[in-house]
């Protein structure tokens, strides 16, 4: 398949000015991390306590920030989910001198006092009086209260309760609940009787200490590190040495390429974000390879050819090859990146960065970088093998 039909188009002529382009994003993206913002790093390497909740009415975030500054929790990261005003990602930062064994417990308790902070006063006075708030209370201790009544159906009533509460996120109120689950007019009463419904309910909620944080730190910069070196030492067997130098300073490139645009647009960077970044570091190279493949083979047939030449050669004749991977992946993250859900968005986000990145880089800097090594040491036999 062909997209296009004999391409010949000059991409050595634009070295200098992507050379240029690539220096300019790094250099301020470095500048940024190290001088400015930083990285935003996630609760998988900063460690603290990450609480998603649901609210059942509308509440502005400036509410909630205050309402969880008077609980003395500082300033937490608030991020509003959609735009309902209702649905909140909060993380606490680390609890300052704490000692390593308390610090896990510490990021619960920070975790647990945002929940309490913004409970309204209504659910804490239904707590004093005995009631069981149904938008957070477990399966076992929901059967264990309409065991008592209903003891034949106990099991079915709270499964189709608690379907209900995950399928809405939180219940409104307790005719809707009857209306959309089908469970008898009894029941409800006896629900009314022993429950209330709070106003909030948890969507998730995890801990990571500052130990563990710096431990998963290290290991994904290692993972990193050793990727890239296992590649060099497999393209220098395979291919040249020069090669392999080429492709690893252009999969760095894509790698800091990311981290800059992760330190401009001041997303988190977690786990899957490293994952995302891995598998860029794969894709770019499957790209380069596919190119640097060409060259050698074009080498030996175009003798007569200067090496620049050779390389523009190559690129065009692998250009519908490279349009056609990048267009397909890109178009797969794209649909992920708009209809994932916020759990895969960051890693999408991290996706769509590396395959344009890993195009561009696999054209403009694997290619320029060997023309400038064969220009600079001049080998006898050419860069083939």
Known sequence: MQIFKKPNFNFMKYKIFAFSLSGIIITFGIINITKGKG?????????????????????????????????????????????????????TLQPAEIGKEEELEAHEIAGNKVVEALKQEEDRVALTKGLKDLNTIGEDELTLILQSFFPEEAVEIVKNILSFRISKGIIQDYDQLQQETGIRQEVVDKLKEKTF????TVLSKESVGPQVGHDLRRKATQATIWALIGMLTYI??????????AAIITLAHDVLITLSIFSFTNREINLPVIAAILTIVGYSLNDTIVIFDRVRDNIKTLRKHEFEGILDTSINQTLSRTVITSGTTFLTVMALYLFGGEVINDFAFTMIIGVLSGTYSSIYQSCSLLHFWNKIFKPKKGMGK
């Open 197 to 200: 419904l709070g106003s909030l």
């Open 236 to 245: 220098g067997i395979r291919f040249k040495f020069a090669y392999g130098v």
């Open 39 to 91: 990285l935003n790093q996630g609760i998988d390497f900063a460690g603290g306590s990450l609480v998603r909740l649901m609210l059942k009415t509308q509440v502005p975030i400036d509410e909630v920030r205050k309402s969880l500054s008077d609980a003395g929790l500082g300033s937490p990261r608030i991020q509003e989910i959609g735009n309902t005003k209702r649905e909140y990602l909060i993380r």
